[in-house]
């Protein structure tokens, strides 16, 4: 049957089955091939608007190269740590006792090494008082050795006691010892005050006679605590660090320059030696 308001195609025009789209002819209304109504008045489909999509770019088929990242090990020198040194930590009471000590190790050794401390030690005080005269003297003694010596130089005889009134004699009035010599002084007993110093010294075991000076009491010499004179025929004498003719020279003194005994007498090299401020001369060079 044909519906009112519908719109009648031509005969000759083919109507598509709207489910098996089999073309049927325009007076059909049923589908030859799978019975279903052929639908005369399609209802219109609105047509949608083209919706334009933007172009997609082709992947190109090369892709950008790029490097591998390659991760190169960082090259350090080796760092050395060097200990600092510190001092250890010491009790202040151990520094205060270890002080003392070096003090008292130094300064024995100072005095014995420097020429003033050797002089000093060399030196022994002169014996104020005569030795007891009471006896004879001993065989082997400075002062054995001496008298001899003095007794040749004065042609005085030496008295063990006092001597007789109005007689000159030789009578001790001190001695000084040093290194393996001394200087023993012998009074007179004469109205002038002359004293004599009779020089002795010791060697193999022995004590020798070497030489003897007379005058007054502040003009015999050398001695110590006595002042000398140089005395010599050119040049200059030596004064040297020790007392022998190896020691080093410090010093040269001029002829008739005066010096203080202050150390001695020490016998080395076949000469005696005193000791004064700059170091150490030969007795041959010094006169009282």
Not at 49 to 56: A, F, H, I, T
Not at 61 to 72: E, I, Q
Not at 246 to 253: D, M, N, P, Y
Request: proline share 9%.
């Amino acid at each position: 049957m044909l519906k009112l308001g519908s719109r009648v195609k031509a005969i000759g025009t083919p109507v598509a089955c709207p489910a098996c789209r089999y073309p049927n002819p325009g007076i059909n209304i049923w589908c030859e091939r799978c019975r279903r109504p052929l639908d005369w008045n399609p209802a219109t489909r609105p047509t949608p608007e083209r919706v334009e999509l933007p172009r997609r770019r082709r992947a190109s088929g090369l892709t950008g190269l790029t490097m591998p990242a390659v991760s190169w090990p960082r090259v350090r020198l080796p760092v050395f740590t060097v200990p600092r040194p510190r001092l250890p930590h010491v009790p202040r009471i151990v520094l205060a006792v270890a002080m003392i000590l070096a003090v008292l190790l130094i300064v024995p050794l100072a005095y014995v090494l420097l020429p003033a401390g050797r002089a000093a030690v060399d030196q022994q005080t002169a014996i104020s008082h005569p030795p007891s005269t009471n006896g004879a003297t001993s065989a082997d003694t400075a002062q054995a050795a001496a008298i001899p010596g003095v007794e040749a130089k004065t042609h005085l005889r030496y008295q063990t006691g006092g001597c007789e009134a109005g007689t000159a004699c030789l009578t001790v009035a001190s001695e000084t010892m040093g290194k393996d010599a001394a200087a023993v002084v012998f009074s007179t007993a004469s109205s002038g005050g002359r004293q004599c110093v009779g020089y002795v010294y010791r060697s193999a075991g022995r004590w020798h006679f070497l030489s003897a000076v007379c005058g007054l009491p502040d003009q015999l010499g050398p001695l110590v605590d006595h002042d000398a004179t140089v005395r010599i025929g050119g040049n200059c004498a030596n004064v040297r660090e020790g007392p022998s003719l190896k020691a080093r020279i410090v010093a040269c003194l001029n002829d008739g320059h005066t010096v203080h005994i202050d150390g001695g007498p020490s016998y080395a090299d076949s000469r005696l030696w005193w000791h004064q401020s700059q170091g150490w001369m030969a007795q041959d060079f010094l006169t009282g």
